[in-house]
C-alpha cells in the first residue's frame, strides 16, 4: 500500500470561448497600465523627499566610515527642491566617506592612495601627500607629541575590543608588568624629535616622517610597525574633511556628528549642545546649550554613552579606560566631560588645542581660558559643578534631582 496517493489526476479538457476577446484585450491593456501606475507611483514616492530635516546615508557598495558619522540635512530649508538636495547630497556624502577611509587609514594601504599606513612603512623617504592629509598632520605635529604615540593607541585598540577583563588586562599597563616596562622603553624614543618627527616642506603637500636607526631597530624587535597615528582625534579631522566637502559642494543646512564626541555645524541653523555626567555607573545629562552656524565642537568623556563603545574599556570593577592616552602610555581624563566649540576652527585643531587640559590630573582652566583669544570656548562637568568661560552661552536644562543637582560656574 502506497503511503501517498501520487497517481496523477485525470485532466479535464476545458474548452474557451472565442467571444468578447476585443473586450478582454482591452481590459488587459487597463491592468497593464493600472500596474505600471502603480510601480512608477511607488518608486517616484520612494524617490521623492519630503522637505524637512533627513538622515543622509552612504549609498555604495565600497568600504567607507559612513556607520561612524550621521550627517543629517534640512532637505529644502534653503527653499530648492529636497529630492533633488538628497540625490546629491547623497552621492556627494557617499564619495566622501569613500575617500576619507582610505585617506586616514592606519590600518591598509590602498592602490594609488598616500595614506597614514603608507606614509609608516615609507619612513626616513620624501612623500606627496594629499592636502587635506597634509594640513590634518601638520595641526596634529605641531600640537605635541599626540602624532607620535601610536605605539601605544595599538595596544589600547586592543584592549577596547575585548571581550573579557583577561583579556583586556593584558593590554593593560596598569596590571601588566611586561606591558609596564615595554611602556617605559617606548616613552624616550615618542617622547623625542631625535628619534621620530615628521617634516613638512612649505607649499608642496610634501613630507618626510623622520625615524632615527635606533627607534626603527626598536620597532622592529618589538613588532612596532606604526610611528605617527592619529589615536581618538582620527574622526575630528575626518569630521573635517567630510563637512569641508559638502560646504565646498554649496549645502550648509544641516550637520555631521560622531560618535566619538565631534560635532560639525555646517552653517545655517541653531544645534543642541548636552554635557554629561556619570553617578553610580548611570549616565545623565548634566545641562544643555545651543550652538548657532557655522561651528565646530569636541567633546572629551571619562566614560562611554553606550554600550559596546569600542573607544573605551569598562572593567567589572567598574573601572573605566578612555582613549585619552598620555606621553607615558598611561590613559587619563581629568574631569567628566569637557567641551571645547569655536566657529574659527574644526574638530581636529580643537581636539588638538585642549587635549592637554583633559589629559591630565585636573583641568588646566589657565590654558583653557587663553584659547578664547582664538575664540574657543569651553565648558567642563566635574564634581556635579559645571563651569564655563563663555559668558554668552546660555545653559538650559540644568539637572536637579533627589540623585543629581548641578550648579554652573564661570571661570
Known amino acids: ?23 478582454r484585450i482591452a481590459i488587459l491593456i487597463i491592468a497593464i497600465v493600472v500596474g505600471v501606475g502603480a510601480i512608477g507611483y511607488g518608486v517616484f514616492s520612494a524617490l521623492t523627499m519630503p522637505k524637512g530635516w533627513r538622515n543622509i546615508v ?25 529630492t533633488a538636495q538628497y540625490r546629491v547630497l547623497t552621492s556627494v556624502y557617499s564619495d566622501a566617506c569613500v575617500s576619507a577611509y582610505k585617506l586616514f587609514n592606519e590600518a ?7 595614506n597614514v599606513k603608507y606614509i609608516n612603512e615609507h619612513p626616513n623617504t620624501r612623500i606627496k601627500v594629499d592636502e587635506k592629509l597634509y594640513n590634518a598632520l ?16 595599538g595596544y589600547y585598540s586592543q584592549m577596547f575590543f575585548s571581550n573579557y577583563d583577561v583579556e583586556a588586562g ?22 623625542s624629535a631625535t628619534h621620530v618627527i615628521l617634516q613638512f616642506y612649505d607649499g608642496t603637500n610634501e613630507i618626510m616622517l623622520h625615524v632615527s636607526d635606533e627607534y626603527a631597530a626598536f620597532a622592529e624587535q618589538n613588532d612596532i610597525d606604526a610611528f605617527i597615528g ?69 567633546q572629551m568623556r571619562a566614560f ?6 569600542y573607544n573605551y574599556y569598562v572593567f567589572d570593577s567598574g573601572r573605566v579606560v578612555t582613549p585619552y592616552i598620555a606621553a607615558d602610555g598611561t590613559s587619563k581624563a581629568s574631569c567628566d566631560c569637557l567641551v571645547a566649540y569655536s566657529e574659527n576652527v574644526g574638530c581636529g585643531k580643537l581636539a588638538v588645542n585642549i587635549a592637554d587640559s583633559y589629559i591630565a590630573d585636573a583641568v588646566d582652566e589657565t ?23 563663555d559668558p554668552l552661552l546660555s545653559l538650559t536644562d540644568v539637572i536637579a534631582t533627589g540623585t543629581l543637582t548641578v550648579t554652573v560656574r564661570d571661570f
Open 1 to 23: 500500500m502506497k503511503r501517498y496517493n501520487v497517481e496523477p489526476k485525470p485532466v479535464k479538457n476545458i474548452e474557451i470561448s472565442d467571444k468578447h476577446i476585443p473586450l
Open 58 to 82: 552612504v549609498s555604495t557598495s565600497d568600504t567607507n566610515c559612513g556607520a561612524e558619522f550621521t550627517f543629517s540635512y534640512d532637505l529644502g530649508g534653503d527653499g530648492n527642491d529636497p
Open 108 to 114: 591598509e594601504t590602498f592602490e594609488n592612495v598616500v
Open 138 to 153: 601638520y595641526t596634529m605635529a605641531y600640537g605635541g607629541r599626540l602624532l607620535y604615540l601610536a605605539p601605544y593607541y
Open 170 to 191: 593584558y593590554f593593560d599597563p596598569t596590571t601588566n608588568a611586561e606591558l609596564k616596562d615595554l611602556y617605559e622603553r617606548i616613552f624616550p624614543f615618542v617622547s
Open 230 to 298: 592619529f589615536g581618538w582625534t582620527k574622526n575630528a579631522f575626518v569630521a573635517d574633511y567630510l563637512a569641508e566637502t559638502i560646504i565646498s559642494s554649496g549645502y550648509t543646512y544641516g550637520y555631521i556628528a560622531c560618535k566619538d564626541g565631534f560635532f560639525r555645524g555646517l552653517g545655517d541653523r541653531d544645534y543642541n549642545l548636552r554635557l554629561y555626567t556619570m553617578k553610580d555607573k548611570v549616565v545623565y545629562i548634566a545641562c544643555s546649550a545651543q550652538l548657532k552656524g557655522k561651528c565646530a565642537s569636541v
Open 304 to 309: 562611554p554613552l553606550t554600550s559596546p563603545d
Open 367 to 389: 590654558a583653557l581660558n587663553a584659547l578664547k583669544n582664538d575664540r574657543i570656548y569651553s565648558v567642563y562637568q566635574s564634581a556635579e559643578i559645571v563651569s564655563k568661560n
